[in-house]
């Protein structure tokens, strides 16, 4: 499975991005995908995640209410809308695949596949 990112880029904050996810294989379906984020000097977190089904999905606190995760799988992919962006939310936005969850779970260990990443950054 191939994961490709994109929609990352410099926007001032308040401002809004959508990032996609595109992914090669005819079993995107059944995977459980998340985004997550690294900071310079940070450990990577979990921003969002979506079960396989779509039907169950994670946030992190600092995000909710701004950040949306959605599952398109006629398209193979997933996304990322984030409004009213802020400094702090200034990362690298990896995408990833589950193959074997049932739910969205929020740990990069349960994630096999990974995107090469995409860089995002919001000025004051």
């Known amino acids: 499975v191939q994961l490709v990112e994109s929609g990352g880029g410099l926007v001032q904050a308040g401002e809004s991005l959508r990032l996609s996810c595109a992914a090669s294989?005819?079993?995107?379906?059944?995977?459980?995908m998340a985004w997550f984020r690294q900071a310079l000097g940070k450990e990577r977190e979990c921003v969002a995640a979506?079960?396989?089904?779509?039907?169950?999905?994670y946030y992190t606190d600092s995000v909710k209410g701004r950040f949306t995760i959605s599952k398109d799988n006629a398209k193979n992919t997933v996304y990322l809308q984030m409004n009213s962006l802020k400094p702090e939310d200034t990362a690298v936005y990896y995408c990833?695949?589950?193959?074997?969850?049932?739910?969205?779970?929020?740990?990069?260990?349960?994630?096999?596949?990974w995107g090469q990443g995409t860089q995002v950054t919001v000025s004051s």
């Open positions: 979506i079960s396989w089904s779509g039907g169950s999905t």
């Open positions: 294989g005819r079993t995107f379906r059944s995977y459980a």
């Open positions: 990833a695949a589950d193959p074997h969850s049932v739910t969205a779970p929020k740990f990069p260990n349960d994630y096999l596949y």
